[in-house]
């Protein structure tokens, strides 16, 4: 067992040791344990690399995606896009599913957390491409999706879908009763 662990370890030192910073200008976000990464990769989706189970589009937009990163093929997990969110990784990469892209974004790499190869996707271009596209796509795509919900303030505040589970569980998902009393207590 010690000997499988230390294969293991002496396998993951090379990738552990890459520098993916150079040419990277990925804008900081102040999270623990980012890192600027700039890199080429494949978009796939986990459950396709994982356990072959391969839908053409990737899940159409309902599996999380992945990114393999081509100079050591390791799976790299976007988490969010370009925006004050954590949302729009998939709606950034779907359009690229099954192929090479280059990548530009923070990597957050510490197993002490427990984030392992974690991606903040904030500009994408395909294998050949010139110019970058912003990871911007999400927030868009979200109020084509939802015209009746449009106004000012951030875009949870006035999705219905969040409004419903709001309605239905209450603010701190222990339901509307819970709610007031938390409400009367400290506001």
Known sequence: ??????????????????DFSEGSEAKPWNLYAEVPARFMATVSDPLCELAGQCAPDCGGGDRQLVLVRAVDD????????????????????????GQAVEVDGLLIDDPEIGATNVYLVQRIRPEGAEEWITANRWTKDWAEAHPDAAGSGPWFRRDPRVQ?????EGYLG?????????????F
């Open 1 to 18: 067992m010690i000997r499988l662990v230390l294969i293991a370890g002496l396998a993951a030192l090379p990738a552990a040791a890459q």
């Open 74 to 97: 390791v799976m790299v997990f976007p988490l969010k896009n370009n925006q004050p969110a954590f949302t729009g990784a998939v709606a950034e990469l779907a359009p690229f599913c």
């Open 164 to 168: 419903g589970e709001i309605e239905a």
């Open 174 to 186: 222990l339901g509307p009763e819970v709610d007031a009393a938390f409400i009367a207590d400290w």
